[in-house]
């Protein structure tokens, strides 16, 4: 009933349409048989189309600075980012051009996100709590020639209208024609204009440009607090695989029916991939605007009907504080929460979990890992672990999903055991992690065989779960053996006396480094030296206690929110250890 | 602080390193800025590694013909895998050669899989229940090099011993060296090996090579109903994509911690991807062998702890009628289940819900969308919906997932209103779609602006969910109006002495085609054309009802399990109406 070989010479059947066989006289090297499916672009502007075609009824609300909320749909946003995208093309924006935004979470930062993006420009999204310094160099080093603006935000570009780069054509403030400035120090330095007027006029709708997936879509800097910041440039492909993969179960699990409120700014990393990952699951936003106090967040919680949440630990830690001070507050359908930038104290997690049912989860990454590089969900192993065994556990920063491999090394650059034990700097490559930095070439985090070094210093256990002990360049390094700033920070802030901790190494003549722990006592609390050394005993290895403490008032604190340990490096050069006796112990 | 410009010329800062700046004379047309991220391509192989390396502690269990166990793990299954790509790399198996099975699901399948895609080879998986004449068209037309078989299969193979294509060099037997067989049709036709012994010697690690993602990684042919069954290969990147995708919430929603059985046949559209997903997830696997009936599935369920599970309706309608045999047979842990190939009967999932606490998730696709086209699963129009309402809602095939588009188009090629009666034929492209068959060329099924014709007459509600009327070739063109001759077959199938229906389109002069009901009575019960259609009334539209009833003792069926409907068409292409009675009423 078949014909066998209709139309077809028997003699060459594996002669595929799009793969001619290679010829007889060359068996050992044929041609490559490439699949017969269909080719086409991860891009963006797919997403975008996908959440507008496949799911208007999902919510976009966003929170205005004076609390009020607009409402809008994925198909409105759609319309407002083709507007936008027409706007910019008339104004001449390029394939690769670089537009900045200046923004809190809300839904002009949405449509700028995918209207530049989408068009084939980069979105390129800055701090907006850098120093002026570091604003200055990250807007001239992207060559930006839009910048997107919050009005409230107004002021840190007025501090620095002087030294606005050369390549800046205009400054568009997020708001109606009205919020744009009639007086201060931008006027006649550059072109201002607002979103609305911008887009006003503009077809609702584009055909969205499709180029080469591996195409720039948008561009971020590390807060740099140990030199320049180093921009990381993302493409289409990177961005659509990092999304898809964080809707899977064992990550943000993300689905159709959700109700995301990402608590992590839109400026920091993409906000974790979750304005790309909430279009491609087709679910609702809310976008909380720059109030993420407790109050604000609970409120949103509660009235929109929010079911996942993330943001870093002083978030969620403020939040629990708040919800025991006020416990008539309690969650109607609790969310499940996601931490990331820094380990969240097991307390908070016990708590959230215990008291209010909020389950969180730990996920681990950098700028330069997009920045999705492990998470610390259950696998088989440890599925039938007690809730409190996990809670122990889960603070390890986690595993990487498919898509990202890692692995640490010693200073020899071997492997380090698998032991839960041994210290290695982690080393991490993937779909999703950068190649190089922008404008930059030589970066020795780029290693010759195609890894990148994070600095971060790791045990890696026999269930192949990560956990961070310190960064390499704070680990204090004594007698050839390493000691973890960050365990000593973290079993210091139990005592009773202290309200913020830090560590750094100190020159030692025998041992090279020793342990420096710098203490900000809480108010009112007098401690001394002796009783805080005395609070590490039996709580870490004898030879990890610092050799001295320093009482302070205040610690510097980086752009990010954390102790700048450069600074305190820096001011702490000539410090000689109070004792050796710690270190004699060994 | 931050030393501006350095090392860099201030009039072209946007020079990237891998993207230089176009020349200052043609502004218009920059290059393209490529995004600056590691450029991996998406290989099967980096789904193995990635397990074998984080997911030690999932089992591989495989059931034996005899229904004993066997276990392994991700490292094992990865070990075995290397040691069967080093034999067949030492016997000169090339990159893009096929390599056939004719197997159930089992251990040494999914080594096959693993082990043949990754090496570069592909993966052609063979239906054994496919006809003689089938079987020889696939095997040449494929010019398979290899065919590994299950032991149980060997007298289908051995039917067509004498017409075995010439390519083929050898057979290899999946068991011990005591399985090849000692006599019998194949002996001297063919080499005979067993997949013990060809591996036996060989190194169970190797690197895997790394090529374009765009190479072919497997086969399957196309049921071939109404013509000659046709190749889809699938390609590395189109697979680990959809892997990918099935992972997440809206889909199988597959954990590290879920163990998974795939009733699906590893022959049919590669187990709905769950090889490739389980290894991306890195969960356990479940491969029930040859035995599918409820009191195995049933068994391995309970025993092995079983989360989640997919199959053809048959396989859940009988589990259930069992269970309810049984009333002291319960899940300790209900399964979540995955139903697809046809619609599953609204009683089944209810039952399966209310009295088991199982949920059943409709997914639709075809070979040729490797499968995944749509879910049915809920968002957020419908996420308050009660579970009744829901359950009724539940028997559409779905919506797309990012990555796939659905549209459907009338007789004119104008897309469908959306209101979930107009009818038009599926289109569909997407990331995992065929783009055209193995050689072959010209397939209208194929439209110039790149969708894939499904052949399937549906409708498209107001959320964008998508509902199977009819295939586009058996629904009845009466008019200019099309009848679902699906519809026509459920409606009778709740006739308490119909125990099979069948509706397929006869000529009639005024209308067209009508419909002609073919009937297989319940044993014992004698039904007359008149209560047949009687039975119709009030549940359809009137000018729907068939024209014309036959009761006959069985229905041709094809080796996928389905009415084969040309085979109807041609023996009843003469058939008149017995009456004109009720096209007239329209």
Known sequence: MFGLFKNRPAAAPEAAASAPAAPAAAPAKPAPLHGLMMDRPLLISDILKHAAANHAGAKIVSVRADGSRVRHTWPQIAARAA???????????????????????EHRHLEIYYGVSCMGA??????????????????????DTHLFIDPTLLPALEAVADRLPPTLKAVVVMGEAGSVPGQGKLIGKVELLSQEALIADEPDSIDWPVFDERCASSLCYTSGTTGEPKGVLYSH??????????????????????????????????????????????????????RLDPVSLYTLFEEEGVTGSAGVPTIWTALLQWLRA???????????????????????????????????????????????GAVNVRKAENIDWDEDRWLDY?????????????????AEGHEIAHDGVAFGELLVRGNWVAAQYFNRTGDDVFTDDGWFRTGDVVTIDALGVMEIVDRAKDVIKSGGEWISSIELENTIMGHPKVAMAAVIAMHHPKWDERPLLLVVPKPGSNPTEAEILAFYEGRIAKWWTPDAVEFVETLPMTATGKVWKAVLKKQYADRAPTTLAHAQTR
């Open 83 to 105: 507007k936008l995208a027409n706007a910019l093309a008339r104004r001449g924006v390029q394939q690769g051009e670089r537009i900045a935004t200046l923004a809190w979470n």
């Open 326 to 372: 006020n416990p008539e507050k309690r969650f109607t359908n609790p969310p499940r929460f996601t931490v990331g930038g820094t380990a969240l104290p097991k307390p908070i997690n016990e708590g959230f979990l215990k008291e209010y049912g909020v389950r969180i989860m730990h996920a681990w990454g950098m700028t330069e890992t997009s920045p999705l």
């Open 394 to 410: 889960s603070k390890k920063q986690g595993r990487p999903l498919f898509g990202i491999e890692l692995k640490a090394v010693d």
């Open 237 to 290: 492909r990177s961005t659509v695989l990092h999304a898809l993969t964080t809707l899977q179960v064992d990550c943000f699990a993300t689905s159709a029916a959700d109700v995301l409120l990402p608590v992590v700014p839109m400026f920091h990393v993409n906000a974790w991939g979750i304005p790309y990952a909430a279009g491609m699951a087709g679910c609702s936003l809310v976008l909380p605007g720059p």
């Open 122 to 143: 980069v979105m390129h999204t800055v701090n907006p709590r850098l120093f002026a310094d570091q604003l200055v160099f990250i807007l001239t080093d992207a060559a």
